[in-house]
């Protein structure tokens, strides 16, 4: 823990530093997200044997968000409407293709039959959210494409539809934390950190990556442009893997472990989350910005999104799935993030 606060501490003093490479600043700031997010994998651990999957999965997911959500408010009031727009799309798409398959991988690979075995509940309920999601995103590009009045009306449209999805997705997780399935508690052996202990640190990492995502938001146009990277691919690729690198870290870590509910919870509760809790809550944050944000997406992602949601629901959804199928999902998000190389 030592090592990752003295590499938030070098990546603050290197944002407000003058005569710093903002490369060497960009990856600092990197570094620091990915050992904070190791920070939160381990107390979420340790959380996950006394609250259950269901309890710890939201209560991870939520605070490994944090960092995606400032990220996005950061990136709006610098002007930067793609990469804000990439980055949430980019965080869907990496947990629910590279981190899931990834996740998937290890878990079946220390079976014995080769089968990583969970509850179908939750990925079924995520692929329902997501394709909710996807409906007004869907609309409102067949409605640009074909000229329709409707598109001149995308922001009015896209604040009523963000408050449609925030009630919806406010009923699932009434839903999802009271029924009987979630609310049972996961062992994973003896306790090496007090409760209390467990929640600050999952609480401090994720306040703490808050102000590590503003410097990687100063650094990365400049990086950007020393690298010679488009910007849908800083956001889809390199802002969501960053921004995401608490779950990626937490659910592959428990997964591995055999902790198979507890990992496609952490998973799948942030893929549910950014889509229907964080998207719709940035469009109506977005209003007290410069640059306002909507559900208008260029047809590539609109169609990348509803492909996700049906091959995440095909592998899933019957509540077991083996390398075959983990190595299926991270080749699909490879296809993706070459096209975001050349956009």
């Known amino acids: 823990m030592a090592a990752v606060a003295a590499l938030t501490v070098l990546a603050g003093i290197t944002r407000y530093a003058s005569g710093v490479s903002r490369v060497v600043a960009f990856v600092l700031a990197t570094l620091a997200l990915a050992g904070l997010a190791w920070i939160v994998a381990m107390a979420t651990e340790q959380v996950g044997g006394r609250l259950g999957p269901a309890a710890t999965g939201l209560m991870q997911s939520t605070v490994g968000n944090l960092p995606e959500f400032f990220v996005v408010i950061f990136a709006l009031q610098a002007g930067q409407k793609v990469v804000a727009e990439t980055a949430i799309l980019g965080s869907i798409l990496v947990n629910a293709l590279l981190v899931l398959g990834l996740a998937i ?51 009015t449209i896209s604040i009523i539809g963000a408050v449609a999805i925030l009630v919806v997705y406010a009923t699932w997780l009434r839903q999802y934390l009271t029924s009987p399935e979630s609310t049972g508690v ?52 390199i802002v969501a893997i960053a921004g995401n690198a608490v779950e990626n870290a937490a659910g592959i870590f428990l997964a591995a472990k055999g902790q198979s509910d507890l990992s496609i919870s952490v998973i799948k509760n942030s893929v549910a989350q950014i889509a229907a809790f964080l998207y719709p809550l940035l469009v109506l944050v977005s209003l007290l910005t410069p640059t306002t944000l909507t559900f208008s997406l260029a047809p590539v992602y609109i169609g990348a999104l509803l492909g996700t949601a049906i091959i995440v629901w095909q592998i899933t959804g019957d509540g077991q799935a083996t390398v075959f199928e983990g190595t299926a999902l991270v080749a699909s998000f490879v296809i993706l993030a070459t096209v975001a190389a050349f956009e």
């Open 105 to 155: 991988v290890a878990g079946a690979r220390r079976e014995q039959d080769g089968i990583m075995r969970f509850s179908p509940r939750l990925p079924n309920d995520t692929a329902t959210l997501l394709l909710v999601s996807s409906f007004i995103i869907v609309l409102i590009g067949l409605t640009h494409g074909s000229g329709d009045p409707a598109s001149q009306h995308a922001k």
């Open 186 to 237: 996961q062992e994973s052996g003896p306790p090496r950190v007090a409760l209390p202990v467990s929640i600050a640190l999952l609480v401090v990492a994720g306040t703490a990556s808050a102000f590590v995502s503003d410097w990687f938001v100063n650094a990365l146009q400049p990086t950007i442009d020393t690298l010679h990277i488009s910007q849908a691919f800083a956001g889809l690729v």
